[in-house]
C-alpha cells in the first residue's frame, strides 16, 4: 500500500508558509504534456491529403470531439470551446495511460491533478454562463424556484467539482490497489499484467471519456 500512498514531495518556504510540490506528480505531467507536444508537431508537421498514421490519429480526435461539442453546444460556441475539450480528453488519456509503461506513474493517482482539472472546467462553464446570459440572469437562477433555494444551488454547483474529481481519483487509484493486491498474492504472473492493461486502458480511457463529457455538460448547462 506504501507503494499508492507515498509520494515524493519538496517544500519550500515562502513568507513563512510552507508550500508543498509532489515532485512525481509533477514530473509525469510534464512528461504528459512534452508527449502531446510532440504529438501536435508530428500531426502537423506535413499535412497532406494522403495522412500519415499522426495527422490519422489527430484528425479523428478534432473531427469526433468537435462533433460532440457541436452537439452540446452550437457552431459558434463549439469553435470557441471545442479545443479545450479536446485538449481535455487528450491530456486525461494519456495520463491515465502513464502507468502502463514501466518506471511510470498516472498523474491522476495524485488528487490535485483531477481536482484541478475539475475547478478549470467548473471556471469555465460558469465563465461562459455569465458570458452568455449576463451576470444578472446568471445570478437570478440561484433563486429558481424560490429565493431561498440559493444556497441549496450553490452547494449543488460545488458538488459538481467534487463529484467529477473524486470519480476520477477514485477510479484511478482502485485500479492500483486491486492491481498491487493482486500482484502480491500470485507473484506477479499472468494475471497483473492482464489487469495492468484493462484498468489503465481500458478503464481510463473510459474515466478520460466521461470527465471530459460531464465538462461539456457543465459548460452547456450553463449557456443555455
Avoid at 467534487?162 to 493482486?182: C, D, E, K
Wanted: hydrophobic share 55%; proline share 4%; aromatic share 16%.
Amino acid at each position: 500500500m506504501e507503494d499508492i500512498t507515498h509520494i515524493p514531495q519538496l517544500t519550500l518556504q515562502l513568507f513563512g508558509f510552507d508550500l508543498v510540490f509532489n515532485t512525481y506528480t509533477i514530473l509525469m505531467t510534464w512528461i504528459v504534456m512534452a508527449a502531446l507536444i510532440i504529438f501536435a508537431f508530428l500531426a502537423t508537421r506535413k499535412v497532406a491529403f494522403v495522412p500519415n498514421l499522426f495527422q490519422v490519429v489527430g484528425e479523428m480526435f478534432v473531427s469526433t470531439f468537435y462533433g460532440l461539442t457541436r452537439d452540446a453546444l452550437d457552431d459558434a460556441l463549439a469553435k470557441k470551446y471545442f479545443p479545450i475539450i479536446c485538449s481535455l480528453f487528450m491530456f486525461l488519456v494519456l495520463s491515465n495511460w502513464m502507468g502502463t509503461f514501466p518506471k511510470l506513474e498516472e498523474p491522476t493517482k495524485d488528487l490535485n491533478t483531477p481536482l484541478g482539472l475539475g475547478l478549470l472546467g467548473f471556471f469555465i462553464a460558469h465563465y461562459a454562463g455569465i458570458k452568455a446570459k449576463g451576470f444578472k440572469k446568471y445570478a437570478k437562477e440561484y433563486c429558481e424556484p424560490m429565493f431561498f433555494m440559493a444556497p441549496l444551488n450553490v452547494i449543488g454547483e460545488l458538488s459538481k467539482v467534487v463529484s467529477i474529481s473524486f470519480r476520477l481519483y477514485g477510479n484511478m487509484v482502485g485500479g492500483a490497489i486491486i492491481i498491487l493486491v493482486v500482484s502480491h498474492l500470485i507473484y506477479s504472473l499472468i494475471l497483473p499484467p492482464f489487469l495492468l492493461c484493462f484498468f489503465n486502458l481500458f478503464i481510463g480511457t473510459i474515466q478520460a471519456f466521461v470527465f471530459t463529457m460531464l465538462t461539456l455538460v457543465y459548460i452547456s448547462v450553463q449557456v443555455k
